[in-house]
Structure formats: structure tokens, C-alpha cells
Antibody
Framework: EVQLQESGPGLVKPSQSLSLTCSVT????????WGWIRKFPGNKMEWMGY???????SYNPSLKSRISITRDTSKNQFFLQLNSVTTEDTATYYC????????WGQGVMVTVSS | DIQMTQSPASLSASLGETVTIECRAS??????LAWYQQKPGKSPQLLIY???SLHTGVPSRFSGSGSGTQYSLKINSLQSEDVASYFC????????FGGGTKLELK
């Protein structure tokens, strides 16, 4: 069974970087696509980007200057870094697999506040 | 980017009723559409992909249809466990989501 689990700090200060880890079990991240999605208060959903089985990345153009998705295949983990955060980045962050997202993590709520 | 307009934003229905939720894309997405169910405090669950393919383990009372820019999710014979939020997502281009529909029992 494929399982994804996000981890990372729940509170980040404005202007700092948000860093999250997605640990995957039951499937190798050297297959398929692995992405980050966030859900804002008010329920708007936004795809942030993904890293492919080969390590190539694709990002939402609205975030392209601030986002980086990387991976560690030895640990079967992939990572999100979002730089220069503001309060507008407060959201629940999910990792998920595929282009349509067939498996999701449980989500981690991140608040940006001083 | 491709805009997804979902309607209605909220819906109240009775047990056993048939419910339809719609999504309109701002351009042709060539059936690159998925539907999800999300219950409070839980992560979204894939219901339908490729506009009309039922994801593994999803009850057959859920179905998807549509083409071009217009798509719909139908729930036949509404059950109490179907109370949730539903949203669409296109993946023809970089993924974008509809605004969601909150389904409640009447």
C-alpha cells in the first residue's frame, strides 16, 4: 500500500523559508510523479509543483521564483522549500502522487506568523 | 493557466437522491479531469480520473462524464457517508482546481 507522510514545522516566520519533507512507503519515488499541493483557509486548492521519476521538476508559474522541490532516493523522500514566505502562505500542505493525485499524505498545517 | 469553475458551491440533498456537480474549464482539457472527495480533517480522496474512470475501491454510485470544457460528477442514491466536500481538478495543463462543492444532507 502506498503511503505518504508530510513532516515539518507548523510555524514559520515571515520572510523565512518553509521546508517540508514527504516520506513515501510502498512505492519508489523513482517511478511516477510526486507533488505538493496546498489548501488555503477558505478552501482554495493550489498545485505547487512536482518532481518526476527522473528528478526533473515542474512548478506553478506563480511560485516559480520561490519554490524548489528536491528528493533523496536513498530515503524515498522528497522535499519542498518555499522561500520568502508571507502570511499568504498559511495553508495546509499536502504531498501527493501522480498527475491526478491518487495517493495523498495526511497534510500538515503551516502558519506563517511572527 | 486553465480556470476551473465549479458549481454549485454548496448543495443540500436527501438520502437516496441523485446529486450532480459540474465543472467548466476555461478551455478544452481533453478529458484530463479528476474528481475528489474530502471530509473534514482528512486528506482528499480520488474518485474519478480521465473524466469518467472510477478509481479503485470507489463505489459505483459515483460516476463522471463530460468532454471538452464541461464535466460533471454524479452521485446516485446518496448515502450519509457521502456528506463531504467535492472538487474537480484538471491536469491537461499544469494542475488547477475547482472551488469545491460542500454537500450536506437535507
Amino acid at each position: 500500500e502506498v503511503q505518504l507522510q508530510e513532516s515539518g514545522p507548523g510555524l514559520v516566520k515571515p520572510s523565512q523559508s518553509l521546508s517540508l519533507t514527504c516520506s513515501v512507503t510502498g512505492y519508489s519515488i523513482t517511478s511516477n510523479y510526486w507533488g505538493w499541493i496546498r489548501k488555503f483557509p477558505g478552501n482554495k486548492m493550489e498545485w505547487m509543483g512536482y518532481i518526476s521519476y527522473s528528478g526533473s521538476t515542474s512548478y506553478n508559474p506563480s511560485l516559480k521564483s520561490r519554490i524548489s522541490i528536491t528528493r533523496d532516493t536513498s530515503k524515498n523522500q522528497f522535499f519542498l522549500q518555499l522561500n520568502s514566505v508571507t502570511t499568504e502562505d498559511t495553508a495546509t500542505y499536502y504531498c501527493a502522487s501522480g498527475h491526478y493525485f491518487d495517493y495523498w499524505g495526511q497534510g500538515v498545517m503551516v502558519t506563517v506568523s511572527s | 493557466d486553465i480556470q476551473m469553475t465549479q458549481s454549485p458551491a454548496s448543495l443540500s440533498a436527501s438520502l437516496g437522491e441523485t446529486v450532480t456537480i459540474e465543472c467548466r474549464a476555461s478551455e478544452d482539457i481533453y478529458n484530463g479531469l479528476a474528481w475528489y472527495q474530502q471530509k473534514p480533517g482528512k486528506s482528499p480522496q480520488l474518485l474519478i480520473y480521465n473524466a469518467n474512470s472510477l478509481h479503485t475501491g470507489v463505489p459505483s454510485r459515483f460516476s463522471g462524464s463530460g468532454s471538452g470544457t464541461q464535466y460533471s460528477l454524479k452521485i446516485n442514491s446518496l448515502q450519509s457517508e457521502d456528506v463531504a466536500s467535492y472538487f474537480c481538478q484538471q491536469y491537461y495543463n499544469y494542475p488547477t482546481f475547482g472551488g469545491g462543492t460542500k454537500l450536506e444532507l437535507k
